[in-house]
Structures are given as C-alpha cells and as structure tokens.
C-alpha cells in the first residue's frame, strides 16, 4: 500500500531532493507540497517547488503556498548554504505552473480532515504552517497519521547556532506548538543526517548519466558541498530532508528510541535547541520516536540507485 | 465630553474580543455610539474560554436587538503558552452574576481570523480593528495574511501596562500575559496601533452608584450591566482593594470616536517573551535607547470622570431604546 504523503516545504536543495526521492520511491505516493518561509523566502520556496515538480513532469501535484514568516522571530532565510534561488547552481525555468490559491495552512486542514488518519505529513521545514494549522483547527493535529520532521539535534551539535538545528531555530515556537499538539511525531535529527553524507565523488557517478535529472543534482548541490567543505572539511552534503522518507522506504537502516522531546524557546542562548529527556527526569510522557542512529552510507547508496533509475 | 460630529461619517470596527464583563460593556458601548458602526465581532479565548465567549457574544448582541451583526469563533489557545482563563475576575460564565437567555443566533461559519482578513482586505482604509483579548486571532491573521497591517485603517488595542504595575503578574497585563507571543507579532507587524494600557485604564473606575444612575424603567439592559459589574466589583474589592470595577474595554472603544479623552505618546513598545518573570511585561523606549521607531501611540494620560459620564450617558440611551 503506497504511502500518501504531503511535504510541507522550503526548497532548498535537500528538499529538492526529497521530492526527487519520493517520487521515485513506489512506496511513496507524493500527493501536494506546502511551502514555508526557511531555506528561503516563501515565494522562492513555490517557485522553486513548482519548477522542480514542472522538471519532473508531474506538474498535477498541487502547491500551495504558506506564511511568509516565521511566528515571531526575524526571518532566517539567506543566500549562504542554498545559494541566491534556494536551488544551488541549478537554473530551472520559470514555472509555468501557478501554486492552488488556497493558503497552505488551510490546505493542510482541508486535506487531513477530509481523511483523517489516511495522509502522513512530511515537514522539512520550518514548522510554522503546521503551528497555525494545529491552532486555527483543534481538530487538525488528531487528523493527521503520522507526522515526520527534519530538525533538531538531540546529542548533537547544532548547525545554525552551537546548540540549534536550522529548521527548529528558524521558528521555535511553532516547533513548540507542533512537539506539544500529540501528533504522533517521528523525528530525523542532526544526530542522524550528518551521518547520511553525499560525497563529491558520489555525485560524480551521476555526472555520467547525463539526463535533466542529473544535471539538476549535480548542479544544485555544488554550492551545497561547497558550503559544508568550508565548514567542516568535509567534501559532501548531508541528505538531511531526504532522510526522513527512510520511515518509509527503509525503516530499517534507522534506529529509534522514544522520548520525551522539548524544545527551548527562553530567548537566551540555548533558544531553538532541542532535547530529549532520557532519564525521565520531567515526569512527561514520551511524545515522539527519535531517530539517534543510522546506517547512513546504506541510505546515501539507497537514494544514488533511486536517482540513476529515475 | 465628547461631541458627537453630525457631519463624520460613521467608523466602522470590528471588536476581538474574549467577552468578558468589561468586554460586555464595549460592545453595548459601540451599539449605543452613532459614531461607530459595528460591522463584527470574533471571539478569542481569554477571561472565558472562546466557546463561552462565543455564546456571550451572541447573548449579549440579543439583549441589545443587534443579532444582525455577525460573530465569528476563533482561537481557543493562546499560540505557545498553555490556556489560561480568568473565571475568579469574570464568573464562571465569563458574565458574572448576569443571566442573559441561551442566544437564538449562531455564529458564522467562518473562522474569526478569516472574517478579519476578509472584511480589511475587501474595504482597505476603512475598518478599525478594537482588540480587547488576547492577540492570538489577530496575531493569526497578520501571519496569513500580512497585507492587512496596511489595509486596517486603524487598530485599538485594549492591552500592556507600560509605568502601571501588572494585574496578573506584578509586571504584566492580563491579555498580553496569557498571549505574549501574539502580542509580540502584532507590536512588530506594522500595524498602525494605539495602546490602552493599565495605565489609564485603571484610573476609570465605574463604582456602584454610578451603575445605581442607569435604572432606565423597563428595560432590561440596566439590569445586565448592574449583574455582570456587580461580581466584578467584588472581584476587585476582594483581590486588588479597589471600590468599584475597571472598566478597560469600554475605555478602548471609547477612543475610536473620542479620542480626546486621553493624551497619548508615540513609542517603540515591545513585549517580553523569554521565559523568566517577566514574561508578557510590556515596556516603552522612553529615552529612545533602541534606536527604534515607535510603533504605536500609547494613551498615558486620561480624564477618567469624562469618561465615565460619557459611558453612563450611552448606556441610559441605550437602555431607553431597548425594552
């Protein structure tokens, strides 16, 4: 049985690559993308989704288009890890497609309510439509099968601030709203995804597949590599978004453990950084399953077959 | 005392509002104001909770013969903090000892931020938004649809206490203490807002006698507003040692049509949402340290007997208009 998904987005290259990945996963059924402000400005983030899909010859898939900011803080989108159009060194056309005119958060809601319990929400970006979501529509968080986040680092180190995993910090405080709202919650932290390196070399074997897909991949992760060389040394980017679909095409190569997980919106230092209470110190109940290991080079190999054989 | 220009046209509001006793009052007070047309109300969690509110709402537009005019639910939690409610100020229903009848109306179908937005973004530069609750619905709707904080004409915000102590902490104000978050995205949206804090509002007092002066013979308003102050009254003579009940709200509305009673100061005013002890302080850059702009003109000074004459002599009219 296909899995329906809807990914609520801020393409950005890994999300690219998520999409990518879904939609040559047939465990997977893509069924719309909702877009946020992160990565990238919100508007950058529809025409990027509407390009990739358009790339893809699967223009059908509905988008739509969602908050322009986050809940409270400043907007934290910039050039510097995705490059000027969210997409690297890719140059996609102008999409001829137009994003539905429903605003995401109430295409959310009328999506998961007309089913409840049938579509699973995948979000690899900031949270904040899910946030407005959950509080404009108090029946949308029991609406929804499973939800499935990229973000957060719980025994790792943060990648936007020492302590802070981007999504998260972008908006806390809709990760705040979303980690309290008893959806049932599957986490892909930094912990896992700095484990699921696509080296240089790697992309390189795509390189010789010369097909529009290809081309895409290798040119909207150059400047991601890039990035990630000149901070850590490394030669490869981390498939942080595309992780999230190993819940479904390859659930074993992750390794769970279910734990009460908070979020920390004081304002001060350790603002955005997330945490996991292991020795149930709080009395809290376990509100999501985390993912602390991975096979990581098994799932980088698992999505290279998946991107030759597109 | 205000004069009421023959020659203005009517300002057209829309009240948020989490109603609420004083809340109550504002929306009697704007039915009995030739100087405002009230075109809506959507209802917030806060004193009550946003279903309470929402039956208030009607119950009281009934007493007043306005069911024509729309009300709208919306949010039921404040955006990041947990619920909080005020039932020991407000009673239990939220009207203190006030029995009005179960309403006959029903709200509209639409969610209160989308009744907003609609009604701002399809009549630009004519509706003024009064917000006398928490900010969440409003907080809601800039983020959905940002094109309204320049569409509003103008917004009315009931809210803050900015050299006045706090009435729900020691430092913060109750509708900005139970939705910091939002009252942070509306500070800083852009919107054009005018702040009544507890500042003023604390000066305007409505006492016992002065409710005794609306005994208008047959009608039952008199009645509602001498129930639902009666339990506020004690609320404030138990908890905070005043005689008499402040009536915030109603001050809010007041200064849509007669502005002239209060004075006011543009600052930049921001609100604290880091998680110590002062969360939900409100506080104004007085000596301009931020470098800043201001965003709202807050009133600071009032001139509360005005005031209340003015409120008393609306509420006799209206009273003598409804049976």
């Known amino acids: ?310 | 005392m205000s004069r009421h220009n023959e020659n203005m046209t009517p300002k057209r509001i829309i009240i948020d509002t989490d109603p609420g006793i004083d809340d109550s009052l504002a929306i009697l007070l704007a039915l009995a104001s030739p100087e405002v047309i009230l075109e809506g109300v959507t209802v917030v969690h806060g004193n009550c909770s946003m279903e309470q509110g929402t039956l208030n709402a009607l119950a009281v537009l009934e007493l007043a013969k306005a069911s024509h005019i729309p009300v709208a639910k919306g949010c039921e939690l404040p955006l990041v903090q947990p619920s909080l409610l005020a039932p020991e100020t407000h009673g239990n229903t939220g009207l203190g000892y006030a029995q009005l009848p179960s309403p006959g109306s029903r709200p509209i179908a639409q969610h209160g931020c989308d009744f907003l937005i609609e009604k701002i973004m399809s009549n630009p530069g004519e509706i003024t938004l009064v917000a006398i609750g928490p900010l969440t619905n409003v907080a809601l709707a800039i983020r959905k649809e940002p094109r309204i904080v320049q569409a509003v004409r103008e917004t009315f915000i009931m809210g803050g206490a900015i050299r006045h102590e706090g009435n729900t902490t020691p430092l913060a104000e109750f509708n900005t203490y139970v939705d910091p978050h939002a009252a942070h995205i509306v500070y800083h949206s852009g919107m054009p807002i005018t702040l009544t804090p507890l500042d003023v509002t604390y000066q305007c007092v409505l006492r016992a006698e002065d409710v005794e002066r609306i005994k208008v013979a047959g009608s039952e308003v008199p009645a509602f507003i001498e129930d639902a102050t009666r339990f506020y009254m004690e609320f404030h003579d138990e908890y905070q040692g005043i005689q008499g009940c402040v009536i915030n709200d109603p001050l809010t509305l007041a200064l849509t049509f007669a502005p002239e009673l209060c004075n006011y100061d543009e600052y930049y005013v921001d609100v604290d949402i880091s998680d110590g002890v002062s969360i939900g302080k409100t506080f104004a850059d007085i000596y301009k340290v931020t470098g800043n702009p201001a965003n709202m003109k807050v009133a600071l000074g009032v001139r509360p007997r005005d005031f209340i004459e003015l409120f008393l002599d609306r509420m006799e009219k209206l009273s003598s208009k409804i049976p």
């Open chain 1, 1 to 310: 049985m296909k899995k329906r998904i809807i990914i609520d987005t801020d393409p950005g290259v890994d999300d690219a690559l998520t999409f990518l990945l879904a939609l040559a996963s047939p465990e997977v059924k893509l069924e719309a993308l909702t877009t946020t402000q992160g990565n990238v400005t919100v508007e950058k983030g529809t025409r990027n989704s509407l390009a990739v899909l358009e790339l893809l010859g699967v223009s059908h898939i509905p988008v739509a288009q969602g908050t322009s900011l986050p809940l409270v803080g400043p907007l934290r989108a910039s050039d510097q890890v995705h490059g000027q159009s969210g997409l690297g060194n890719a140059r996609l056309p102008e999409p001829t497609n137009q994003p539905v005119p429903q605003h995401a958060i109430d295409y959310l809601i009328e999506r998961f309510l007309a089913e409840p319990g049938e579509l699973s929400l995948f979000a690899i970006g900031p949270l904040t439509n899910l946030a407005l979501a959950i509080r404009k529509e108090p029946r949308f968080a029991s609406a929804v099968k499973e939800l499935v986040i990229m973000g957060g680092a719980i025994r790792e180190g943060g990648n936007i601030t020492p302590q802070a995993e981007f999504n998260i910090y972008a908006d806390p405080h809709a990760a705040h709203i979303v980690f309290h709202s008893g959806m049932p919650i599957t986490l892909i932290p930094l912990d896992v995804t700095h484990k699921t390196m696509l080296y240089s070399n790697q992309i390189d074997r795509l390189k010789t597949i010369d097909s529009p897909v290809s081309r895409f991949i290798v040119d909207a992760t150059a400047d991601y590599v890039r990035y990630t060389e000149s901070k850590t040394g490394i030669p490869g980017c981390a498939l942080h978004d595309p992780l999230t679909l190993a819940t479904v095409i390859a659930p074993e190569l992750l390794t769970f453990e279910e734990h009460f997980v908070n979020v920390d919106i004081s304002g001060g230092v350790s603002t955005g950084s997330t945490f996991a209470d292991f020795y149930h110190t709080t009395g809290v109940p376990a509100n999501m399953k985390v993912a602390l290991d991975v096979r990581g080079d098994d799932f980088v190999e698992l999505f290279l077959q998946r991107m030759e054989n597109f």
